[in-house]
């Protein structure tokens, strides 16, 4: 997984990367989970929770390390991704995705794919920086709303993968990407279907693919589920 990070350095980030404060619990999180990815342990493995840590911990890391990581790559698309290639945030012809923030736009409204994601990488932005949230230490607790916020950042989040994977997965290819994002996916898929955090009507948008790159069983020797549907806002 280093080398997705190594790979898009040279790259420019959409949104500014959120860094986790050394010496504190969520920085030896990330360090923890970046150990597990660089030493080749199965994505599998590597996403389950370390005994005796908290699960709001193991699951904020991730949702910061994600939000950087497909900031990273959406960064290396978004020249290609403009009104005119994109007047719809989609995922092919079967998924469109509208925004709603609660704010500006109350209902579910239909705008442009980079329109899109610049909201929902300001909104994510917005979420992990509020300490209240993403608590920095151990002593402030995790707000009861925390699990159902997480499960909505990563369901954007994941429409983000959809719409470059089936929108712009030419320039993935051209640019030389294709291996890195493919391994961010997966680390991505197994986390959020470890904690149930995505719905399976989510995503059914990458179903076929999803079975293609992440069919190595789990240690029960099942194959990873798959789910069906259109994510409105």
Same mark, same amino acid.
């Given at each position: 997984?280093? $080398?997705?990070?190594?790979?898009?350095?040279?790259?420019?980030?959409?949104?500014?990367?959120?860094?986790?404060?050394?010496?504190?619990?969520?920085? #030896?999180?990330?360090?923890? &989970?970046? $150990?597990?990815?660089?030493? +080749?342990?199965?994505? !599998?493995?590597?996403?389950?929770? *370390?005994? +005796?840590?908290?699960?709001?911990?193991?699951? $904020?890391?991730?949702?910061?390390?994600?939000?950087?990581? =497909?900031?990273? =790559?959406?960064?290396?698309?978004?020249?290609?991704?403009? %009104?005119?290639?994109? *007047?719809?945030?989609?995922?092919?012809?079967?998924? %469109?995705?509208?925004? &709603?923030?609660?704010?500006?736009?109350?209902?579910?409204? $239909?705008?442009? &794919? *980079?329109?899109?994601?610049?909201?929902?990488?300001?909104?994510?932005?917005?979420?992990?920086?509020?300490?209240? =949230?993403?608590?920095?230490?151990?002593?402030?607790?995790?707000?009861?709303? @925390?699990?159902?916020?997480?499960?909505?950042? /990563?369901? !954007?989040?994941? !429409?983000? @993968?959809?719409?470059?994977?089936?929108?712009?997965?030419? !320039?993935?290819? &051209?640019?030389?990407?294709?291996?890195?994002?493919?391994?961010?996916?997966?680390?991505?898929?197994?986390?959020?279907? %470890?904690?149930?955090?995505?719905?399976?009507?989510?995503?059914?948008?990458?179903?076929?693919?999803?079975?293609?790159?992440?069919?190595?069983?789990?240690?029960?020797?099942?194959?990873?589920?798959?789910? #069906?549907?259109?994510? /409105?806002?």
């Amino acid at each position: 997984m280093s $080398a997705l990070v190594d790979f898009f350095q040279k790259g420019k980030t959409f949104r500014p990367k959120k860094n986790f404060q050394p010496g504190t619990l969520k920085y #030896s999180l990330y360090k923890h &989970a970046q $150990a597990s990815l660089n030493s +080749g342990l199965n994505l !599998r493995l590597a996403v389950k929770l *370390p005994p +005796g840590e908290q699960l709001n911990d193991w699951i $904020a890391v991730h949702v910061v390390d994600f939000f950087n990581r =497909i900031n990273l =790559i959406y960064g290396t698309i978004c020249d290609n991704c403009t %009104e005119e290639s994109c *007047p719809v945030m989609s995922g092919g012809p079967k998924f %469109e995705y509208r925004w &709603a923030d609660g704010n500006k736009y109350k209902k579910p409204t $239909a705008l442009s &794919a *980079p329109q899109y994601i610049t909201l929902l990488m300001e909104w994510v932005e917005a979420q992990i920086n509020d300490e209240s =949230i993403f608590p920095v230490t151990v002593d402030v607790p995790f707000p009861k709303t @925390f699990s159902s916020l997480s499960k909505k950042i /990563l369901t !954007r989040l994941f !429409r983000v @993968f959809v719409h470059v994977y089936i929108h712009h997965f030419d !320039r993935l290819v &051209a640019i030389g990407a294709e291996a890195h994002v493919n391994s961010c996916y997966k680390h991505f898929y197994y986390f959020v279907t %470890e904690f149930d955090l995505v719905k399976d009507r989510e995503l059914d948008a990458l179903k076929e693919m999803t079975l293609r790159l992440c069919r190595d069983p789990d240690p029960s020797g099942q194959p990873p589920p798959v789910g #069906s549907g259109v994510g /409105l806002h």
